[in-house]
Each structure stands twice: as C-alpha cells, then as structure tokens.
C-alpha cells in the first residue's frame, strides 16, 4: 500500500486519468461552445472533423490553404495521444507490476522454506 501510494503521489493522479480521457481533445471557440475531437479514431477522421469545425467556424478560410497546417495538426495531436497513453500505461505498469511481483517471491520464498510441499490439513 505504501508503494502504490507514493508512487501515485510522485506521478501525479490526473497522469493515471489520461489513460481513459487521453482520447479527447477539447477546443473552445470564440462563442464559448466546447468542441470534442476523436483522437483515438484514424488520422482521416480527425482530418475531416478538424475541417469541418474549420468550415463552421470560419467560412471564409480557404480549405486548400488550410490542408497543409492542418496535417501538420493531426500528426502533432496524434503524437501528443500517443505520448499521454504511453505515460498512463508506464504509471499503471510501474504502480502495479513491483507489489504483485513482491508477492510472487513472497509466496514461492514461502512455499521453499516449507520444503516443496502442498499444505496439509489435519485428519478428524
């Protein structure tokens, strides 16, 4: 219990979140509503949904100068999910994995020094 403890405090809680919320990326506009995009679907996906909230935002904007700054986009919140999911699951690893291997040695140090043998249970 300590370990997972300090551990959780020195990596910080909203670290193990991102592993559910790492998905999301929220963009406010300028009226005050609160667009969600889909990072975990494809590149494609994203591409159309970042143009298409581009398109209703600013009608104006020419959509074949925008393609280019808008690849570059996609691959930098790609990138940028694909970093935050990396983190959550080495702080998963790392909160988990030392406690139960530490109980895996226990219990073969345990079964050694009793000598290889199943417990028996007493004959009434």
Same mark, same amino acid.
């Given at each position: 219990?300590?370990?997972i403890?300090?551990?959780?405090?020195?990596?910080?809680?909203?670290?193990?979140?991102?592993?559910?919320?790492?998905?999301? +990326? &929220?963009?406010?506009?300028?009226?005050?509503?609160?667009r969600?995009?889909? =990072?975990?679907?494809?590149?494609?996906?994203?591409?159309?949904? $970042?143009?298409?909230?581009?398109?209703?935002?600013?009608?104006?904007?020419?959509?074949? &100068?925008? &393609?280019?700054?808008?690849?570059?986009?996609?691959?930098? =919140?790609?990138? &940028? +999910?694909?970093?935050?999911?990396?983190?959550?699951?080495?702080?998963?690893?790392?909160?988990?994995?030392?406690?139960?291997?530490?109980?895996?040695?226990?219990?073969?140090?345990f079964? $050694?020094?009793?000598?290889?043998?199943?417990?028996?249970?007493?004959?009434?």
């Amino acid at each position: 219990m300590l370990w997972i403890g300090l551990v959780v405090y020195l990596i910080e809680p909203k670290t193990y979140t991102r592993f559910w919320r790492a998905g999301v +990326y &929220e963009v406010k506009s300028s009226d005050g509503r609160v667009r969600q995009f889909n =990072l975990a679907g494809s590149q494609t996906e994203l591409a159309a949904d $970042i143009t298409a909230w581009i398109q209703a935002q600013r009608p104006d904007i020419n959509i074949s &100068e925008f &393609e280019k700054d808008r690849d570059e986009l996609v691959t930098a =919140l790609k990138s &940028e +999910y694909q970093a935050e999911l990396d983190e959550a699951k080495t702080a998963w690893l790392l909160t988990v994995l030392p406690p139960v291997a530490l109980l895996g040695f226990g219990l073969c140090i345990f079964w $050694i020094a009793r000598g290889f043998r199943p417990r028996t249970q007493p004959l009434n």
